[in-house]
């Protein structure tokens, strides 16, 4: 039962990811440098020049509230945390078209994003091990074929019905759905926090959450909610670096802009779930949990032809229903690190884009994150965010740079690469392994599509050696092998929140 770590590390060798291809990246990339800020004007409200399409990937429900859910305001870090400021100037953007950064604040001006290419056709092969070609590029068909954008979806679809069944079998606790997601607005959840393994109040985690990487000063590389327009600059900088992370994509976003979650996947990135609406998972009942994760599990699976074994849940706002729910479904929930003393490696990039910090304030917050990056015993993961282009910019142009060229160095890597997790673990579809994820075994697998049969199953391709989970007796009767073996030292530093 014990997972062969040696098993696991040559697995990972031989599943790493492929040299990839980028020339037409590159050659973009060069042409971006040199073409010239659409609008530079200094503008009150973002410039009418970007395209409708990214006006309304930065005022859509799910984002906005991303930047107001009280949730998210619990992850600022604990007072102390975040206190420290800037003693030197703010440095100057390495990039060219990156504005300084004390005019990256809520209202800059915005440049064109770049276009979407078209550099992988259907059947190219995908640098996994064993993953499935990519599937006929998926064109978003309109109608009633997909759920509303940005909404919860309904609970009594057929899908949805048949996603129900991956719990039979599992204990899924039976907690309340809390108030919003926040500690503030629903006391009685929050006094049970500690109970409920509620993680918006307290940090509370479980040892089956993946919440750090286990060397110290690596740094697990995670953006999330898109993809948008801008994330094709992100992926330009990510290429010309040779970085590589994980994209934490919400459904909404991937049915629009399918081309770019194929970039991203392609280029070596991982590709993980982040709910259909981004909602906080704690405040909705189970069934719209199940719909949530069902519903973007299925388009990430239309579009690439995989099925994710992560998710993050939306401001990190997960207890241990959604958690049962979630490994149920084949999905192992992703945190970003804590501190012991209650630091967070959120870069409050978010809080920018919402108008609430500025550029300058939201570096000042990176600077701590440095600082108690160095003092871990183990590595990190990190919170930034590809949805908008002042994030983005951010990134490109300041918190990725500054960790390029810390010293010590940071060694920067995905999350389940940096967790030293075989590549092919990251997909139902390419996995061999037959203890992770916790695929429901008494359902008879992952039904991805949700027409009432299994898609597929974990630990095909060795079943020969039997199943060993024991996800009958609930998800956390499972013991995570893999997990404790690898993040001993991890959950240690975090346990005591
Ligand atoms: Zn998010």
Redesign the pocket.
Known sequence: MKLQVATLVSALQLGAVAAHNNHARHARALVNRQAPVVSSAVSATPSSAAPASSASSVIVPGSAS?VVAPGSASSVAAPGSVSATTTVPPPLATGTEIPPLASISFGMATKAPLTDVDTYTAGATPPVSGAPPLPTAFVYPGGTTWPAMDKVPPTDSEEVQSWMKELEGFHIPDWTPTTDGSCVNDLAAAAEAADRGWWTCGGHTRDTDIVSCPDKLTWGVSF??GPSPYSTNLLDYLDEKDIRATF?VVGSRVIERPKLLVEEYMSGHEISV?TWS?RPLTSLTTEQVVAELGWTRKAIKTVLGITPTTMRP??GDIDDRVRAISLAMGMVPIMWTRTPSGGVFDTNDWRVAGGIVDGEESFATFQTILTNASALETGFIVLQ?DLYEITVDLAIGYTLDAALKHQPAFTLEPIGQCIKMPTTDLYLESTTNTTFPYTNQTAGGIDTDGDGKADAKAGEANSITGNTSTGKNGAFAISAPLLSALFLAAVGAVASL
Do not use: I, L, M, V
Request: charged content about 20%; glycine content about 0%.
């Open positions: 991303s999330d909610d934490f982040h981004h939306p401001f965010h």
